[in-house]
Nanobody, 127 residues
Framework: QVQLTESGGGLVQAGGSLRLSCEASGRTSNTYLMAWFRQAPGKEREFVAGITWSGGQEVYAESVRARFTISRDKTRDMLYLQMNALKAEDTAVYYC????????????????????WGKGTLVTVSS
């Protein structure tokens, strides 16, 4: 079992920044990659960014590329998402996720590829 706890969400004006954090605990030794997904009201959950745990390869959805940066701290089992130049359309619940087995990391990663989910943290961007 792996537990994921997100933090850092909140209300921010358009153009502002937020940094999300995700703490992983439990049986994290088999982590292959971690990723952020988001779900806006009335929409399906979508991939935002992912990173391979060992090599640090980063992949982003086109909608956030050049604005968001994913990173991880392997020594602390922490995942981060730095979000800059936020837009109203970035408003969503953001979920931390982990995958324990090998997967080719791409922006097409689906929720079905996830091993464990966090409970989410709400990001609201006011225009």
């Amino acid at each position: 079992q792996v537990q994921l706890t997100e933090s850092g969400g909140g209300l921010v004006q358009a153009g502002g920044s937020l940094r999300l954090s995700c703490e992983a605990s439990g049986r994290t030794s088999n982590t292959y990659l971690m990723a952020w997904f988001r779900q806006a009201p009335g929409k399906e959950r979508e991939f935002v960014a992912g990173i391979t745990w060992s090599g640090g390869q980063e992949v982003y959805a086109e909608s956030v590329r050049a604005r968001f940066t994913i990173s991880r701290d392997k020594t602390r089992d922490m995942l981060y998402l730095q979000m800059n130049a936020l837009k109203a359309e970035d408003t969503a619940v953001y979920y931390c996720s982990t995958r324990l087995t090998i997967l080719y990391l791409s922006p097409d990663m689906s929720g079905r590829d996830v091993s464990y989910w966090g409970k989410g943290t709400l990001v609201t961007v006011s225009s």
